[in-house]
């Protein structure tokens, strides 16, 4: 079983650059999530998506635009890369929010120079 | 706006010891609790969920409690393994949009 995958798992950007995150899910999920982790600040929710063609804003939504086109996929967009968008990026899915539990895929490593 | 504090932020123990992980959050008005366990550079791997109705939940050596009215949840290792060496983090689904809110997370090292 694939479960939750994400692509790329690591990628160096310049400032001012773009760049997309796929997360791709094989257990016709519902809900799909996209966190970041920094040191010291835990896990921070970026946007969700409770089904597909719907997004919604999370905690930290500002500089990152995301698209739920299929079920299956959750891309997350950098338009423009900055320094502070350096961390580490998750993926999670769930069937539902508030009785199953979440999956998440390994990371992207992302640093903004 | 919820609140979760996991301490300690670290612990070591010597392999065999049974130990405790603590959880806190404060509000009570929760869905469900989630304990994940991360390996360095790795994702997160659930570990146990347990909902708002259940008091606790067991997989194997682990055993979760929950207590909403005080806010606390706990997660009990039993002849803890050089092998449970990892980070874990607690996550709890609360208000009206049902938001996910982590801990940072306890670092544990079990020394052989």
């Known amino acids: 079983n694939a479960g939750v995958t994400q692509t790329p798992k690591f990628r160096v950007l310049k400032t001012g650059q773009s760049m997309t995150l796929l997360c791709a899910q094989d257990m016709n999920h519902e809900y799909m999530y996209w966190y970041r982790q920094d040191p010291g600040m835990g896990l921070r929710l970026i946007h969700y998506s409770v089904g597909e063609g719907t997004t919604a804003k999370g905690e930290v939504p500002d500089g990152y635009n995301v698209s739920r086109l299929k079920k299956q996929n959750f891309l997350l967009g950098l338009e423009s890369a900055a320094p502070s968008q350096t961390s580490v990026y998750f993926c999670?899915?769930?069937?539902?929010?508030?009785?199953?539990?979440?999956?998440f895929g390994q990371g992207t490593r992302l640093t903004v120079v | 706006k919820q609140e979760v504090t996991q301490i300690p932020a670290a612990l070591s123990v010597p392999e065999g010891e049974n130990l405790v992980l603590n959880c806190s959050f404060t509000?009570?008005?929760?869905?469900?609790l989630q304990w994940f366990r991360q390996d360095p550079g790795k994702g997160l791997t659930s570990l146990l969920l347990i909902q708002s109705s259940q008091r606790e939940q067991t997989s194997g050596r682990l055993n979760a409690s929950l207590d909403k009215s005080s806010g606390r949840s706990t997660l009990y290792i039993a002849a803890s393994q050089p092998g449970d060496s990892a980070t874990y983090l607690c996550?709890?689904?609360?208000?009206?949009?049902?938001?996910?809110?982590f801990g940072t997370g306890t670092k544990l090292q079990v020394i052989p």
């Open positions: 996550a709890v689904v609360s208000g009206g949009y049902q938001k996910v809110t």
């Open positions: 509000d009570s008005a929760i869905y469900n």
């Open positions: 999670a899915s769930s069937y539902s929010i508030g009785t199953t539990e979440a999956f």
